[in-house]
């Protein structure tokens, strides 16, 4: 409004007692850490489980290898943490980056779907479905074998499906987020909530990749040798269930947070007329 004074301890006040925001902000830390967690575990899935032959034979349906056989013994990672093998062979690392490739492919699709999606739903009900079915394919990597890649790469496609849509919604909630304090409060701090939740954002990151070396050494692993049955589960867990259970509990925050759809559009009508008023 005209005349209103900038107020630090206002915006701030504003901020840390906004529901949405701290739900938000509680998601968004979630989410990260498990973003880099599973990624993580997933490089050492693919150099210490997963079946070196196999991938190498799934990798031949694509004519990235002969499909024949391979030697020199398990796959490790290398000092800059690339999957390798002894012999120099390279199949766990090709198989890895058609992993993530294959699943940002798909995640592109799910992008350009996602404002219709939330249009025709709510922002809020896409999220909590498209992380459902994430959460979903994360946790069923915990019983693939090691000799079924393909299954692997099924569930890679099926997390992307899920979270392809979620993905620009983060932020637009965050928006959202402004207008109901703007809506409640009469005074707008778009600047420190992203700040804060960019925060959440660099701490998730710092956290997952912290939290994805205490995991594998928890459970006993040692580089470049193979693995005992305790650290390949511990690798297991890393790649499915321990992100399941993060953004599980992310989704169990949505359930708090309050902005649907017709609260959303309530919000941007009487914001709306506000505005108008203020400008006549």
């Known amino acids: 409004p005209p005349g209103q004074k900038p107020s630090l301890r206002e915006d701030v006040r504003n901020v840390f007692t906004s529901r ?11 989410v990260f850490t498990m973003l880099v967690v599973r990624g993580s575990s997933s490089n050492y899935l693919f150099a210490y489980y997963l079946d070196q032959q196999s991938i190498m034979a799934f990798l031949a349906r694509f004519g990235l290898g002969s499909g024949g056989e391979v030697t020199g013994g398990n796959a490790v990672l290398d000092s800059l943490g690339l999957v390798v093998r002894p012999d120099g062979s390279n199949a ?19 992008i350009v779907v996602s404002r ?31 000799t079924q890649v393909g299954l692997m790469f099924w569930l890679s496609i099926l997390w992307a499906i899920g979270w392809g849509p979620t993905v620009p919604l983060l932020w637009v909630m965050i928006a959202d987020v402004a207008d109901h304090s ?82 959303n559009l309530r919000i941007q009508d009487e914001l709306g007329e506000r505005r108008l008023k203020l400008s006549g």
């Open 20 to 30: 949405p925001w701290v739900v938000m902000f509680v998601l968004t830390l979630l």
């Open 92 to 110: 766990a690392a090709v198989g890895l980056s058609l992993f993530f490739v294959i699943g940002s492919l798909v995640q592109i699709a799910g």
């Open 182 to 263: 703007e809506w409640l409060t009469g005074r707008r701090a778009t600047g420190f909530m992203f700040a804060g939740i960019l925060f959440a954002l660099k701490a998730g990151l710092s956290l997952g990749g912290a939290l994805s070396a205490w995991i594998v050494d928890l459970y006993g692993y040692v580089p470049n040798v193979a693995q005992t049955e305790t650290a390949l589960l511990g690798i297991r867990l890393g790649a499915s269930l321990y992100p399941a259970l993060m953004l599980g509990l992310g989704i169990v925050c949505l359930v708090v947070y309050p902005i649907g759809k017709r609260l």
């Open 116 to 146: 219709p999606l939330a249009d025709r739903f709510g922002k809020k009900a896409v999220f909590v479905a498209g992380a459902s079915v994430t959460t979903l394919a994360t946790a069923l990597v915990f019983l693939v074998g090691p």
